[in-house]
């Protein structure tokens, strides 16, 4: 029997889709990458936004018009949160299966192979986490989840209301984890969670076998960039610690983190261990104070400036990602325009701009003065067109830099000229799938630049033009820093395939 994932959303929803993908090879299944080959179509679906839930839906209604003869699963996100209700307005799926405990999949793909129609939502334990032998990145880079589900309770957001309380994994899962991916030739580790800063401090969190010595986020007269630790650091700062202790030669790079509760802590360990990117993904979401509070934040615009400010202090190459919400209820014109200025005085690299999403069972859904889609839609336009301006900015400060490049994807040679050879690949300043990348040109004609120039591997690249989102640059040198990453091929990446 043969199974297909259509896979959906966040990095936290690719690795659930690795997991899935990992049980079901347990359970004597074979996956291809071609659904109409598949007796099975698994579509993980994001459940985060209108617009995402509405491609998921999608995804499994043209799955049964396109391959009537395969049973259609949906999982995920979505499931996850309307699995009930999808039952009976979604004919066109065959079974229904939350994110909450992956390792149950098993109890619904027996009953819907015998025609059943299942709807399992398991209880939500812990972080889902195990063993994945395929990777749906490009070669060289993982996902490693830290913590599930979120407790800041942001009024617009869903997180909470599907992917649960805050639960974080345990310190020595995580390094064994990292260790494995190292091991198996990984060069890249991403951290990711709901919030990395919330790290250690869920409910029944006890990360270090100590018993649970953090504060949970919102204590009372916390100040944003207060460490919430009785013991004076925060879990994250302690998880980077640890992982510090690795040897080897990897990045780690921490994607996003709370504002209102940033764990300035971890800068000076980043600073000693260069292995650890300086690359900050923290979604302010609104520069208006008073949005900002609506928003159910206890930060302002002046802090979320101390704080790129301290980063920036520290790390006078930090590359910065963010995320803007436009049409937030009561926002006016005068509080888009404190937004507007915030990120033009912040100047961050990269933002996402997406207008407000109206989402069942969140505060926000019932405020009143809720801003027309249409004025919604055109201020998420307006800070995307001065993000890219920025962005186009901050490229070309970047041009005439060496830096090493992780190769993604090696292009077909060009027929104009057969010599040159063309890869597209990722700096430290590009997070993978959200920013641009890098265009590499190499002289085909070398032996020693063709064997440099292969997927997973790192290259020594010129920066020498930018363009709106991505940089063009020339082969300088094979980086020796691949002669200490593992040769291992014990992982599987999707992308070769």
Not at 189 to 212: K, P, V, W
Not at 275 to 290: K, S, T, V, W
Not at 316 to 321: C, G, N, V
Not at 350 to 364: H, I, L, N, R, V
Request: contains cysteine; charged residues 30%; negative net charge.
């Amino acid at each position: 029997m043969k199974f297909f994932i259509d896979q959906h959303g966040c990095a936290k929803n690719q690795v659930d889709g690795e997991l899935i993908i990992s049980l079901l090879k347990k359970q004597d299944w074979e996956q291809t990458f071609e659904p109409a080959e598949a007796d099975l179509i698994v579509v993980n679906s994001c459940g985060f936004i209108e617009s995402a839930k509405t491609e998921s839906i999608n995804a499994v209604m043209s799955a049964r018009q396109m391959y009537p003869k395969a049973k259609i699963l949906l999982a995920g996100c979505l499931a996850e949160r309307y699995a009930k209700d999808l039952k009976d307005d979604l004919l066109e799926a065959d079974g229904f299966f939350g994110n909450g405990d992956l390792s149950q999949i098993y109890k619904v793909i027996e009953p819907l192979m015998k025609d059943e129609r299942p709807v399992l939502v398991p209880e939500q334990k812990g972080v889902c986490c195990g063993d994945r032998n395929l990777l749906l990145s490009f070669k060289g880079t993982a996902f490693v989840k830290i913590t599930e589900g979120c407790n800041n309770r942001c009024s617009f957001c869903a997180i909470p209301i599907i992917r649960g309380n805050l639960r974080s994994r345990k310190a020595t899962e995580i390094i064994e984890e990292i260790k494995d991916l190292v091991s198996k030739g990984v060069y890249e580790i991403n951290l990711i969670g709901q919030d990395l800063a919330a790290y250690g401090t869920g409910a029944e969190d006890d990360c270090f076998g100590d018993g649970r010595t953090f504060l949970p986020n919102g204590t009372p007269g916390s100040e944003v960039g207060e460490s919430p630790s009785t013991l004076g650091e925060s879990g994250l700062a302690r998880l980077i610690r640890m992982i510090s202790q690795i040897e080897g030669t990897f990045a780690v790079r921490l994607l996003y983190i709370h504002p209102d509760h940033f764990n300035e802590d971890i800068l000076p360990l980043m600073k000693v261990d260069s292995r650890f990117l300086h690359y900050f993904d923290i979604p302010f979401q609104n520069g208006d104070d008073a949005i900002i509070k609506a928003m159910n934040r206890v930060g302002s615009a002046q802090k979320y400036k101390a704080l790129i400010a301290k980063i920036r202090e520290t790390f006078p190459d930090a590359a910065i990602r963010t995320t803007f919400m436009a049409g937030f209820p009561g926002e006016t014109e005068e509080s888009f325009e404190n937004t507007k200025a915030f990120l033009r005085e912040t100047a961050t690299d990269w933002s996402g701009c997406f207008s407000y999403s109206k989402e069942d069972d969140t505060p926000a859904y019932s405020f009143k003065k809720q801003v027309p889609h249409k004025t919604a839609e055109r201020r998420a336009t307006e800070l995307v067109e001065i993000q890219a301006q920025i962005t186009r900015e901050r490229l070309k400060a970047r041009v005439g830099i060496e830096t090493d490049i992780l190769i993604e994807e090696v292009l077909s040679q060009s027929e104009e000229n057969p010599d040159e050879g063309l890869a597209i690949g990722r700096a430290w300043f590009q997070a993978p799938e959200v920013d641009g990348s890098v265009v590499v040109r190499y002289d085909r004609s070398s032996d020693s630049e063709k064997n440099a120039v292969q997927s997973g591997r790192l290259v020594r690249v010129k920066i020498i033009s930018s363009g709106d989102v991505d940089l063009n640059g020339d082969f300088v040198c094979d980086s020796p820093l691949n002669e200490k990453i593992s040769k291992s091929d014990a992982i599987s990446f999707a992308q070769e395939i």
